[in-house]
């Protein structure tokens, strides 16, 4: 009879870098070995939590949630020094309360790790049982130090702030001399303090093999190697997933201590509600229904957009509210209207719309989204029908320069402790894994990056995949020991995460404050406040999670639209012939969605003549439909005759030249031909988009009956559905393919009717990368444009259009930055061009044009309009002389000190090396004027003291000596 045990203490890939267990593979291992439950208890975070209840429940065990928090004496004080500390929720208040401590330990106490103190488990230890910790624990600690009196003070303060029946003495033996040295003391102390012990393995990894890729993940944790003989590591291999039997061996004559963990998890009861609803209350004016005010802001956006409502548009919209209400989603659609309306009527771009949320006339009403459904025949049950339970999924893009004001309306209309960004988990994809595990082995990067190379790129790339007979990295591991022992040690390595980030747009907006549902984390006061939940966890809370993306796409339009002026982008007419010549010719460098070489000969193959072609390429431009490209441009151009297979589908592929190319046009046949209810076709929408082949399987039936109670010919029915069934591998949401040709349609138009103004914008927008702006300051040449260098006298911050030309902008010149250039250019717009490097540094502010700055002006030549030559500038004693001179004018400044110009003299005599004398009034720069001098004696000034005296009514006299540049 197997050892009654069950595992207490484990670590997940969310203890990150240092535990190594995958959930659904550490539940499938608990499941084998017949344990009745398995618990969670990851460092500081409650990442995990979510996904081991859903996956445990799944398989018939029980779940137990738990955390090994970090103990510190303060939590608030900035100082090193912590113990750890094993917590298992009980009850639900109990998980509730481990939410509490794990978010708290982040956004109070977080230094280098996120830390608790006894304040804070003292005022949530309801419904939490405490086992007393590994050998980092505060017991174990002290025992190890033999320090027997404070190990019993620190059990006695758990039993204080937990309670006796909820303390346990945790008892670990993975063959570490520290343990065999102090698990005596632990049962003494057990004995004596009456307290039941419990033994529990130090999970990190499932099997005893993995503990040398654990060895490498730690190295990878620290930057170290494995050839190093002091890299960290564990002391022993027997941190694994041990079996009951495998425990009783090392707690012999312990049997009640390893029983303990039955009772244990028998305690622990958590039910986390998982798929209901948690959506937040629009707060609608004078408390009026949200539902009747939806309904008052749809009609009059009806009129809006339309003019008149008719019957066809307002059946449309009456059913779309139906079904709105009868779902309860009426708070949901006015959320995204007000935050929507927000960021237009705050200047901030909105893209047209996202994903299916197109297909819906109330948003389109609301102006959340932009494409007319009617119009495009998109469908709203595509986007919400009573067969999709979860909430509607509006994904928004919005101006990268404007994202962050809207996040933040959202986080002052429901509350900053209501709102949070969510965390992202960045995983060891197949290169990644033989990049770390070349580097651990410290094998020369060299070597390590052709390995990694032979995987193939893109997404989903695996070792197994790359590793089929005949591959390349195949090749490689059987005939190179180097690259056999890299690709071994990555396998178990693949796939683990890595690292959590703030994901790119993911928003959650809670009912109540997210500290209460959600545990959260903060790395820091100045940090964002990011769930410790990743996306999928967080929506099957049914928390309401937005994605906010930034689209650079929106800010080169407005950038363009700015630079034009007068342009209203979303009036444009949608059959302008220059755009569709342009696009014909496959002249679409630099415009949104269109500009691959592939797709620049999609678009001379089908020489698009209206928006709908539009719509059409960006569907079919991906692999599998990318086939049907060039049926596409020879049935529009009449090279291949347009067939109907049943009159019906005319109505339906007639847009598409009968090529079904979208989802929405699978579920317009399944309801016309085989009399599916809308909640039935979204059904084999599911089925087609998601590849859910079962599902597909279980609807086969029907179609073909309702296709034969509709005098839908046989053979018709069964090509119908032998083509859905294909369709997995290339349809496409045709709301989505709208709403993206929309902004491609616009960056095309900017750009056939404005191509200066729009290549301005756009070299703007990439300003930060190495290879793009090279890149398209040559589209230009070839378009016959010219852009001019980087000027301090003529360019602006971003590139502009002067004089019918591009003007690098200043922005762009490396080691500037925005700051410097905002700077030169609002001085220049204030007194004027300037005359030399020492104007340049009189007037602009030595804290922003510092050296490095001033240098790569010169070297790239955006003083060369001053007249000097770059080595002149460059010199030591002038750049410095020049520096220290706008230093000093600065400091002057600043110090209230007016120039001695500005109100004493009428005038200055300057000299230059050459000997040459002028004058000039009292009110230009007091900058010598070298420029000219500077070409015929390499840029280097005589030394030469200047003293000029004066005096004004009411004034001292005095006098002023300032050295000038000195290099000879």
């Not at 109990?94 to 304040?119: C, F, H, M, Q, T």
């Not at 269109?594 to 797709?599: A, D, T, W």
């Not at 490097?837 to 050296?851: F, K």
């Amino acid at each position: 009879m197997a050892t009654p045990f069950v595992h207490l203490h484990v670590h997940s890939e969310y203890s990150i870098l240092d535990g190594a267990c995958r959930i659904p593979a550490l539940v499938e291992k608990a499941k084998r070995l017949e344990m009745p439950a398995v618990a969670l208890t990851d460092h500081g975070s409650l990442a995990g939590a979510v996904e081991l209840h859903r996956e445990a429940r799944q398989a018939g065990i029980k779940p137990v949630i738990g955390c090994e928090v970090y103990v510190a004496d303060d939590r608030r004080a900035q100082t090193k020094g912590y113990a750890h500390l094993t917590l298992l929720a009980e009850s639900n208040e109990g998980y509730a309360n481990l939410i509490k401590l794990s978010s708290l330990a982040y956004l109070e106490g977080y230094y280098y790790k996120p830390r608790v103190d006894w304040e804070l488990l003292e005022g949530h230890a309801t419904g939490l049982i405490a086992l007393s910790g590994c050998l980092s624990g505060r017991v174990s600690r002290a025992l190890v130090e033999e320090r027997p009196k404070d190990a019993r003070e620190d059990l006695d303060r758990l039993v204080q702030i937990f309670g006796r029946e909820s303390t346990y003495v945790e008892l670990q033996n993975a063959g570490l001399s520290e343990q065999q040295q102090i698990n005596p003391g632990l049962i003494a102390l057990a004995e004596e303090t009456g307290l039941p012990l419990v033994a529990t393995g130090d999970v990190h990894y499932l099997d005893a093999g993995d503990a040398y890729a654990h060895e490498a993940l730690l190295c990878i944790q620290s930057g170290d190697t494995l050839k190093n003989p002091s890299h960290w590591r564990f002391d022993t291999n027997e941190f694994y997933f041990k079996t009951p039997d495998e425990m009783a061996g090392d707690f012999p004559g312990l049997e009640h201590a390893l029983a303990r963990t039955l009772e244990i998890a028998g305690r622990c009861n958590v039910e986390i509600e998982l798929g209901r609803i948690r959506l937040p209350t629009y707060p609608v004016p004078a408390g009026r229904d949200a539902f009747d005010y939806l309904v008052e802001l749809c009609e009059k956006g009806l009129v809006r957009r339309y003019g008149k409502a008719t019957p066809e548009l307002t059946d449309r919209l009456r059913f779309e509210l139906k079904t709105i209400r009868e779902m309860g989603f009426a708070d949901y659609f006015l959320i995204v209207w007000d935050f929507i309306h927000f960021a237009k009527q705050n200047g901030v771009s909105v893209g047209p719309g996202r994903g299916s949320s197109a297909g819906s006339l109330a948003a389109y009403c609301l102006e959340i989204t932009d494409v007319d459904p009617m119009r495009y025949g998109l469908l709203f049950e595509r986007f919400l029908n009573p067969a999709r339970k979860d909430l509607p999924d509006m994904d928004i893009d919005f101006s990268v320069a404007g994202r962050d004001r809207v996040i933040n309306y959202v986080a002052e209309k429901y509350g900053r402790d209501r709102v949070a960004q969510i965390i992202t988990f960045s995983t060891m994809a197949a290169r990644a894994a033989i990049r770390d595990a070349g580097r651990v082995l410290d094998i020369p990067y060299g070597v390590v990056d052709r390995i990694a190379k032979l995987v193939p790129e893109g997404p989903g790339q695996t070792l197994e995949d790359s590793m089929r007979s005949g591959s390349e990295l195949r090749q490689a591991v059987d005939s190179d020991p180097v690259a056999k022992e890299i690709v071994e040690l990555a396998r178990p390595l693949e796939g683990l995460t890595r690292a959590d980030s703030i994901h790119a747009a993911g928003v959650v907006i809670g009912a109540e404050p997210l500290i209460e549902l959600v545990p959260l984390q903060q790395k820091g006061a100045d940090q964002e406040i990011v769930t410790q939940l990743g996306m999928w966890d967080v929506v099957d809370l049914g928390l309401l999670k937005m994605d906010f993306l930034g689209l650079r796409n929106l800010d080169v339009i407005d950038k363009a639209v700015d630079l034009v002026g007068g342009v209203d982008i979303g009036a444009l007419p949608l059959d302008d012939p220059p755009t569709y010549a342009m696009l014909a010719r496959g002249e679409s460098t630099g415009v949104f969605q269109f500009e691959s070489s592939g797709m620049r000969e999609a678009l001379r193959l089908v020489k698009p003549s209206e928006f709908e072609d539009l719509i059409a390429l960006v569907a079919l431009y991906r692999p599998g439909p990318m086939g049907y490209i060039s049926t596409y441009a020879a049935r529009k151009h009449g090279r291949e005759p347009v067939a109907y297979a049943d009159p019906r589908l005319e109505q339906i592929t007639g847009g598409t030249y009968a090529i079904c190319v979208y989802q929405e046009q699978y579920m317009q046949i399944a309801k016309e031909l085989a009399g599916f209810s809308p909640a039935e076709a979204e059904t084999l929408r599911k089925a087609i988009g998601k590849k859910i082949h079962s599902l597909m399987a279980s609807l086969k039936d029907k179609f073909l009956e309702g296709c034969a109670e509709n005098q839908v010919a046989a053979s018709v029915a069964q090509q119908l559905w032998k083509d859905m069934e294909s369709s997995q591998d290339y349809s496409f949401n045709k709301a989505h393919a709208a709403c993206y040709a929309l902004i491609a349609y616009r960056t095309a138009w900017l750009k056939a009717n404005h191509p200066r103004e729009y290549m301005a914008a756009l070299i703007s927008s990439v300003m930060n990368t190495k290879d793009r702006v090279p890149f398209y300051v040559n589209a230009c040449r070839e378009m016959g444009i010219d852009v001019l260098p980087p000027d301090v006298n003529s360019s602006q911050q971003d590139f502009a259009v002067v004089g019918g030309v591009i003007h690098f902008g200043l922005n762009a010149v490396k080691n500037v930055g925005e700051a410097a250039a905002e700077a030169i250019v609002a001085a220049r717009a204030e007194g004027g061009p300037f005359d030399t490097v020492w104007d340049l540094t009189e007037r602009v502010d030595p804290r922003v044009l510092n050296r490095r700055a001033l240098e790569a002006l010169i070297r790239c030549g955006a003083l060369d309009s001053t007249g000097a030559t770059r080595m002149g500038m460059l010199a030591e004693t002038i750049l410095d002389s020049a520096l220290a001179h706008g230093s000093r004018l600065a400091a002057d400044r600043l110090a209230g000190q007016a120039s001695i110009f500005d109100s004493h003299f009428d005038s200055v005599e300057v000299v230059r090396c050459c000997g040459s004398r002028r004058r000039r009034s009292a009110s230009t720069s007091p900058s010598t004027r070298w420029s000219a001098c500077a070409r015929t004696c390499d840029g280097r000034p005589t030394a030469r003291s200047w003293i000029s005296n004066g005096a004004g009514t009411g004034t001292s006299r005095r006098s002023v000596a300032s050295s000038r540049v000195s290099s000879r």
